[in-house]
């Protein structure tokens, strides 16, 4: 057990919008909160002003701008949307297709899941090329090997795409459904989250056989009371951070990986609502609760096992549905009511 | 909370304990030209006011503004538990996921599935994804029935391991209104309700013509609540005279004494593990020893929801009353297993 050093946190500024958020998503000096019913308003990072809003008719489920800022995208039940910010003029596509994940590889391309396909769109939006359909509806996607690589979750598995194939060049095979798809900065783990209440984790090293077939055991973690919908690596790739029970756990893939390991638990919420490691790789992790708390963890202290107490808590009057840090020293967290409030860390934190 | 193990589950809530504030969701079974779409636009014109959302398998002419229509595909996934029988509808996770996401909130949610839907992945689905099972109610599975053409469904006799979709949409209903009630005679709706009845001998049954049936019969009737099981005190648990000709049926127990908790466990736990496919639905009121509540279940396939219920009054005989619905159910074996968890000592049986 690990005492709790209070964090100072003071509030950088404060906005709202019209909407229920369902993302948030920072780069650049620009954050993009997307609320449900299909508005993003792009803020600046330093004042909280409005920059631009985007619309996604009928619904967003997923929002992320490009590295650089000058591009965004928009995912929804209906469609996806690209927009860019030197003309401020936005690309929707009513494919009628689901569209939950979309992940920029870089600033030149981004991956859209669009029902049981992923596409892959050049930033202004044009299609350059797409998967073969998945068994199900896609359900996140995310870039491996320098961008070069796309990985999708879906029924039964990850699979990996190339440019030149729209059929996968490697699949992680596992029966059930895969909701949240985490790979590892390091490139040597694959992981995601199931409806069957687990976590399942690929080894992608050693490099593939000449056959595709991936090299290595895979490992599942079983136990958590719910599914797993969110999970996260921090950006050294040694640390993994999962939702899946009211305690978040925290997984070290450091050395050998987590195998025959128990994971640190982080205890302050009912339900996780959202979480999201601090960029840097110092071991602060942010996450929100149904219940209506904001808590801010060194999630990486002590003992494998240890169950931590939050460095700083804050009460607020509704859940924070998504969050994102705008770098190491600012966390951008929006609640239910469409709140928008930026807290500042100090750019030093005590160890 | 629900379970898929051996014992007993039980909620730390009791019966009637808070105001359930969760959205309902109404699941309408039925063969095409059955009426749903007709039933459907009579819900949104008469509930008029009331905010609803629409998830539809097959493009209907739902044409109402007030509601809010989604398009559905149906995606049944398979739990890692290798049980066939666990399954849910993903398509359903993630749109009512998304709902539940918006800041508008829904008075009622109303799935139509095609008539070659399965009905049990829809109802597991409130049972095994605690995210939806916390927002919304399963209020009841309505089945509709054409009187004119349901016998002809019944008897098509299927390839070997293919379940008669019209036979297993009324076995899993609540509801069965019986539509088109003009288009035959008497005497083939009688034969028509002798038909439903002794494959499902609990639902309430709704004669209607053109799809007029009293909405408030098949609304908000908390047909899943565990404290409504079984209130109407069905007559066919005394019954018993039964077609034999259907290989879906029901079976009802009604015995009084008190029952050995452990033995119950091992009894419904081991019938529900092997039998869990063939078992449909189930549902109870059972007289554990020294209890001063009654235990109340539910169940479909092997998973099983179950809390203490109501006390049992002064004087009022311990009575256990529970009905299996299914395939291939043997009635003599139900019965004398069941009567093998009684207590040894039964209390006095009355005449
Ligand atoms: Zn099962």
């Known amino acids: 057990m690990s005492t709790a050093t209070t964090l100072d946190v003071d509030t950088a500024w404060e906005t709202a919008v019209e909407d229920a958020p369902v993302a948030v998503h920072s780069a650049a000096g620009l954050v993009a909160v997307a609320g449900a019913d299909g508005t993003c308003w792009i803020l600046d990072t330093t004042t909280g002003d409005i920059v631009a809003t985007v619309t996604l008719p009928g619904g967003i489920l997923a929002a992320q701008l490009s590295p650089d800022g000058a591009h965004l995208a928009l995912g929804g039940p209906f469609g996806h949307a690209t927009w860019s910010r030197a003309t401020n003029t936005t690309l929707i596509s009513k494919t009628g297709n689901w569209s939950a994940a979309v992940r920029w590889g870089g600033n030149d391309k981004v991956a859209v899941a669009s029902g049981r396909r992923a596409l892959v769109l050049a930033a202004d939006g044009e299609q350059l090329w797409a998967t073969d359909p998945a068994p199900s509806t896609v359900t ?21 795409y190339e440019r030149h194939s729209a059929r996968p060049v490697t699949e992680y095979g596992y029966l059930g459904s895969h909701l949240a798809l985490a790979i590892a900065p390091t490139g040597r783990w694959i992981c995601s989250g199931n409806q069957d209440a687990s976590i399942h984790i690929w080894r992608t090293l050693p490099q593939p056989s000449a056959g595709g077939t991936p090299i290595g055991g895979d490992l599942t973690m079983h136990g958590y009371p719910d599914k797993i919908a969110r999970l996260a690596f921090d950006d050294t790739g040694y640390w993994l951070a999962s939702d899946g029970a009211p305690d978040i756990t925290v997984w070290d893939f450091s050395g050998k990986g987590p195998e025959g390991t128990r994971p640190r638990t982080l205890r302050a919420h009912e339900t996780v609502t959202a979480l999201a490691w601090r960029p840097g790789g110092a071991g602060i992790l942010a996450s929100a609760g149904a219940e209506g708390t904001l808590a801010l963890w060194r999630a990486t202290r002590g003992r494998a096992g240890a169950r931590l107490r939050p460095a700083h808590t804050r009460e607020l009057d509704q859940p924070v549905t998504a969050l994102a840090w705008a770098g190491p020293d600012l966390l951008v967290t929006a609640d239910w009511e469409g709140r928008v409030h930026a807290s500042r860390l100090p750019a030093a934190l005590p160890r | 909370m629900t379970t898929d193990t051996t014992d007993l589950p039980e909620n730390e809530t009791e019966v009637g304990d808070a105001l359930d504030t969760r959205v309902p969701v109404t699941v309408l079974t039925g ?16 509930q008029h006011g009331l905010r609803i959302a629409v998830i539809e398998n097959e493009f209907g002419e739902v044409g109402i503004d007030d509601a809010l229509v989604l398009d559905a595909e149906e995606e049944i996934f398979e739990m890692n538990n290798g049980c066939i029988c666990c399954t849910v509808r993903g398509d359903l996770i993630r749109i009512l996921g998304a709902l539940m996401r918006r800041r508008e909130r829904f008075d009622r949610i109303v799935i139509e599935t095609t008539g ?5 992945p829809v109802a597991q689905t409130f049972f095994m994804d605690d995210e939806i099972a916390s927002q919304l109610r399963l209020d009841a599975i309505v089945t509709l029935v054409d009187a004119a053409h349901i016998r002809a469904h019944l008897d098509e006799v299927k390839p070997e391991g293919v379940e008669n979709e019209a036979v297993e949409q009324i076995a899993f209903a609540d509801r069965i209104v019986l539509n088109k009630t003009d288009l035959v005679d008497h005497q083939t709706l009688a034969e028509v309700v002798a038909r439903i009845r002794a494959v499902n001998a609990l639902a309430d049954i709704l004669p209607a013509q053109q799809a007029a049936v009293d909405l408030p019969r098949i609304l908000d009737v908390h047909a899943f609540d565990l404290d409504r099981v079984l209130e109407t005190d069905p007559q066919f648990l005394t019954e018993t005279e039964h077609q034999h000709d259907t290989t879906v049926t029901s079976v009802g127990i009604d015995l009084e004494g008190e029952l050995d908790e452990d033995r119950l466990n091992t009894w419904l736990g081991t019938l529900l593990r092997e039998r869990g496919t063939d078992i449909f639905r189930s549902k109870g009121i059972l007289a554990l020893e020294g209890a001063e509540r009654q235990y109340v279940f539910q169940g479909v396939h092997m998973l099983l929801d179950g809390e203490m219920g109501r006390q049992w009054g002064i004087g009022e005989p311990r009575r256990n009353r529970l009905v299996f619905i299914g395939r291939n ?6 019965n004398a297993g069941f009567a093998a968890c009684l207590t040894a000592t039964p209390a006095a049986v009355t005449a």
């Open chain 1, 140 to 160: 996140d996607v995310a870039w491996l090997r320098e961008n070069r690589r796309l990985a999708t979750t879906a029924y039964n598995g990850v699979r990996c």
């Open chain 2, 31 to 46: 063969f095409l030209g059955s009426g749903k779409t007709t039933l459907l636009n009579r819900i949104l014109t008469e």
């Open chain 2, 116 to 120: 070659l839907a399965e009905p049990a």
């Open chain 2, 329 to 334: 159910l043997d009635r003599d074996e139900l």
